[in-house]
């Protein structure tokens, strides 16, 4: 939506001081605004108000070339605030000299200009230009000073960032985006720096060899592409800055693994009779002790218990931000931080400076097939970890990427036909609370994590100014939650045939599936979503399928579904092959455990407004 109009100055402009409740000082001026007439134009602390000073009884007059439509102002905003505003500038006219105050109008009514081709579109956010006119440039500067002082007041505003571009993500537009979208930052005077991704793992490389000091010269990273190429710039920033313990583990999932030729295991012999698991391979965990409750705790280099000691993590960084501006095949994370898969909606989320925090799951691959050997890898998703059939459809579309996003269509109609199942155990924490609730309070991260089948009204649907994501954390990043570490906490296991694995970490709203697989997942609330699809019926999946597939479906309600809310889960294959889904791209695995880590990482949004 833009409005467009230019103002003339009447010349009278007062300036008030600080009154007697201590407010900031007031500039107030008679100007015109295009398609309203004479106005006058205040400036508060918190932003610009105007009001109409007469209105015209014709429709489409002009004076000094200045058009007035007063009937269309009757539908404008009257006032302005500064964390709307993200940019005012001097611009020339033929009759006068003007002032061009540029924002970013919400309209939640989706009516705006321009379309990102969803039916409804409740979180878009769309341009506005206001337009003021003077003759007087100097009192043109004099307002374009003042809001620019404004506006440098702004907390959280990016000033510079670093973009990757992904020119052949989602239908290959990765950079005719980026090219549509460029001018908003440079109006905003935001510097950017470029780099067009010339292979697979670019990003990656760059973000992985990049020092810190580099990084603290950016306000954010941005990616212009997909949720796999999120993923890709994600691994590539924590993977070497991450300083976290591995996921905890039963105390029988390692010592299967092999016998006393096991590299992991020491000679039972040595100093104790509890099991040392030595990773040379990553400092980070040298040793894990099991203990009473079933599961691993780990040790550092030392010996020393993790609980017992700080690890160095400079995690979550809450100056460095990322950002996505979607160009991909299905943009699920987005559709889930901003409400909209849009582009402009996006970029002015990343200019507004909006931040929100984003859990992120560390899922430790220990051995690739059954018969290699044991090499733990580390790698993080932001959104979702999945097996069976959504393993399956990421491998067979590498096939027909040339079909850009009709790729997954087209190959998950393939393996929905073949319809395989995989034998496979999967072990998870299950944690009592006291309360029956899946709603965090502000003293305890406890939750009941159970088999979930709840009925719509019950749902808690992540938004804007979620409680449950606002809750803050009572641990640290570096630390296991309270729920991994808690004497209530458990492992339970579910063995046999499975259709899909899946572990959602937000509930992963796209085109495809509206709701997304999980309704109710939260954004930040440090737990996961582990879906275990059980062999059935064709019909039943069908159904199943179809009910993800639905606006207001609900997908978990069949017997053969399993919905677990838990913060931890191991996976072990018990066939040849195994093939994992992280956020979109391919992972081997055939024994993997996960956890979540609340809030790592930093987002450029606000959620999406329900």
């Known amino acids: ?85 993200y940019a005012v500038e001097i611009i020339d006219s033929d009759v006068i000299q003007e002032s061009d105050l540029t924002l970013a109008a919400e309209c939640f009514v989706g009516n705006g200009s321009h379309d990102s081709g969803s039916k409804s579109q409740p979180c878009l956010w769309s341009l506005a230009v206001y337009k003021f006119g003077n003759k007087d440039l100097q009192t043109c500067q004099m307002w374009v000073n003042k809001i620019n002082d404004s506006l440098s007041k702004e907390v959280g505003r990016p000033k510079n960032l670093l973009v990757f571009v992904h020119p052949m993500s989602g239908k290959g537009n990765g950079r005719r985006i980026w090219e549509a979208v460029a001018p908003i930052f440079s109006c905003a005077k935001i510097n950017t720096k470029v780099i067009v991704t010339q292979r697979a793992g670019h990003a990656f490389d760059v973000m992985t060899s990049a020092t810190n000091e580099e990084l603290n010269s950016y306000d954010g990273v ?90 160095e993590n400079p995690l979550p960084n809450q100056r460095l931000r990322f950002g996505i501006i979607p160009a991909g095949s299905t943009d699920a994370i987005v559709i889930c931080t901003t409400g909209a898969r849009d582009p402009i909606t996006s970029a002015l989320h990343i200019i507004l400076g909006k931040k929100l925090c984003l859990d992120v799951a560390q899922v430790v691959r220990w051995k690739t097939t059954s018969t290699s050997k044991i090499e733990p890898c580390v790698r993080y998703a932001a959104s979702f970890a999945g097996y069976g059939f959504y393993g399956d459809v990421i491998t067979e579309s590498e096939k027909y990427r040339w079909m850009g996003p009709k790729r997954y269509d087209y190959a ?99 085109e495809r599936a509206p709701d997304g697989l999980v309704a109710d997942a939260h954004l930040s609330d440090g737990f996961l979503h582990l879906l275990l699809i059980k062999d059935c019926p064709h019909a039943l999946y069908l159904w199943h399928l179809t009910q993800l597939a639905r606006k207001g479906g609900n997908p978990l309600n069949f017997d053969f579904v399993e919905h677990h809310k838990t913060p931890a889960f191991t996976f072990t294959s018990i066939g040849k092959e195994s093939i994992w889904n992280l956020d979109g791209e391919l992972f081997q695995a055939h024994k993997l455990s996960a956890q979540v880590f609340r809030g790592l990482i930093c987002l450029f949004a606000s959620g999406p407004e329900v």
């Open 412 to 510: 998950g109609t393939k393996v929905f036909l073949k319809h395989r199942s995989y034998e496979a155990e999967v072990g998870y924490l299950e944690v009592e609370s006291e309360k029956d609730s899946s709603i965090l309070d502000g003293s305890r991260m406890l939750s009941r994590v159970r088999s979930l089948k709840r009925k719509k009204s019950e749902r808690n649907i992540c938004q804007a100014n979620c409680d449950v994501c606002n809750t803050k954390p009572v641990y640290s990043s570096i630390r296991s939650p309270p729920a991994i570490s808690s004497p209530e906490a458990r492992w339970l296991k579910s063995k046999g045939r499975f259709l899909s694995v899946g572990a959602a970490i937000m509930s992963n709203r796209n």
């Open 1 to 85: 939506m833009e409005i467009n109009g230019s103002v003339y100055n009447s010349g009278n402009i007062s300036q008030r001081n600080v009154d007697a409740e201590g407010q900031t000082s007031v500039l107030s001026s008679n100007l015109f605004l295009d398609h309203v007439g004479e106005v006058t134009l205040t400036l508060n602390s918190d932003g610009l108000s105007w009001k109409s000073l007469y209105s015209l009884d014709n429709d489409g007059s002009t004076c000094l070339g200045i058009k007035f439509l007063p009937r269309v102002a009757t539908k404008m905003a009257t006032k302005l605030t500064f964390s709307d505003i």
């Open 222 to 311: 941005l990616a212009v592409g997909g949720d796999g190429f999120f993923n890709e710039i994600l691994n590539g920033f924590l993977s070497s800055r991450h300083k976290a313990p591995f996921p905890p583990i039963p105390s029988d999932f390692l010592d299967a693994l092999g016998n006393n030729s096991n590299p992991l295991v020491n000679d039972p012999n040595e100093a104790d009779s509890e099991i040392h698991n030595n990773i040379e391979s990553d400092p980070l965990l040298s040793s894990s002790a099991h203990n009473e409750s079933g599961f691993s705790h780990l040790r550092t280099n030392d010996g020393s218990h993790i609980e017992d000691q700080q690890i």
